[in-house]
């Protein structure tokens, strides 16, 4: 939408809706995303829901895009100022998406991590919703690989930092923050062999 357009009352709670039930996506998973719950968060009456979406899971495709949109947005622009202070691209994306910041943000981070288990199950919209958040990821990551990286090398790297992701969260404080740094020195030591930028 141009930023000379106001959105209209019907559109702002729109967007409020599914912001609540993207933060609900990536913190209780699609089980935990209730109507009730998102409108109360979304500080909209229930009965509301139906002008806006048909169905639960067609608010849950919306929000699951909308996640993905939203992660994506906020991992660019941390892996831009880690690339204009000097890293590669792909230690800058490694080093962000296993950072304790992206492990810690689970009601805002990536869907694809939080997800994985449900997207597998899913359905429909809600699977075709899902499975180009998986490509954006992998696109993503291969955008930041070194020349002359082996095929199939961002998809390895992105089903890596996705798992670590999700079984990182599984622990306290001190054995999450060696679990991503064992991943993270893993991962660049393996695939960016290119080191730091001249």
Known sequence: MPEDIKPNRRQQSHERILDAAARALCRDGCSGVGVAGVMKEAGLTHG????????????????????????????????????????????????????????????????????????????????????????????????????????????????????AIQMARAFDDGERVAMLQTCREALIAQYDRTGLKD
């Open 48 to 163: 509301g829901f139906y002008a806006h979406f048909e169905s639960r899971d067609a608010l849950l495709a919306e929000a699951v895009e909308r996640a993905g949109v939203l992660g994506n947005e906020r991992l660019r622009e941390r892996v831009r100022r880690r690339v204009d202070a000097g890293s590669t691209p792909l230690r800058a994306v490694i080093e962000e998406y296993l950072s304790e910041l992206h492990a810690n943000a689970t009601d805002s981070g990536c869907p694809v991590a939080a997800l994985g288990a449900d997207m597998g199950r899913a359905q429909g919209a809600l699977r075709e919703v899902a499975a180009r958040r998986v490509r954006h990821l992998v696109g993503l990551v291969a955008e930041s690989l070194p020349p002359g990286s082996a095929p199939g090398a961002a998809a390895v790297i992105a089903s890596t930092v996705v798992g």
